[in-house]
């Protein structure tokens, strides 16, 4: 569901709740494996939801891993065992997880990169010819929102300062 509907913040809030609270549970319960991987997928929900991350299929992925082994080492207990038996696959899911948000620093510089491209065609637009030009200007802020917060990728053209924007039928 997350990756067919990456905006829906229910969805993520769904994931969100049980990790947290198994978390909680991990900690007073001693078991620490539990707590540190629900810790690390509990942070990655956390940065989908305040929107500093992008769902991707990467992400996606490292998640799913996660919640398997949450549920495999939960079992694990339950059996009477230790909480797990590859100290170094668990290691490796953990990096893994870690690793999603920095790769994704990457990406969101390339989603700036891409919008100034945009913005500068959409300028050299207004010099020569200014229809599509719109289109462009939706485009950039489209890729800016995504990756900025809502509450600043919410601004509103009217909420900037008329000094700053050019008079009607002036060059920028």
């Known amino acids: 569901n997350l990756e067919e509907n990456p905006q829906d913040l229910e969805i993520i809030q769904s994931i969100f709740r049980p990790v947290h609270s198994i978390k909680g549970a991990s900690q007073f319960f001693h078991l620490m494996k539990i707590k540190v991987l629900a810790h690390e997928l509990e942070t990655l929900l956390d940065l989908l939801r305040k929107k500093r991350l992008l769902v991707s299929g990467k992400l996606i992925d490292v998640l799913l891993r996660g919640m398997d082994e949450l549920k495999t080492i939960l079992e694990r207990v339950r059996a009477g065992e ?14 893994a997880i870690k690793n999603v948000a920095l790769d994704q620093e990457s990406s969101t510089e390339d989603i700036l990169k891409d919008t100034l491209a945009v913005l500068v065609k959409a300028k050299d637009r207004l010099k020569s010819k200014p229809e599509g030009t719109k289109d462009l200007l ?3 802020i489209k890729n800016i929102r995504k990756v900025l917060p809502d509450e600043v990728g919410q601004i509103k053209e009217t909420s900037v300062p008329a000094a700053k924007l050019p008079a009607e039928g002036e060059r920028l």
């Open 82 to 95: 230790n909480e797990i038996d590859d100290e170094t696959a668990y290691n490796a899911l953990i990096e």
């Open 138 to 140: 939706e485009t950039a």
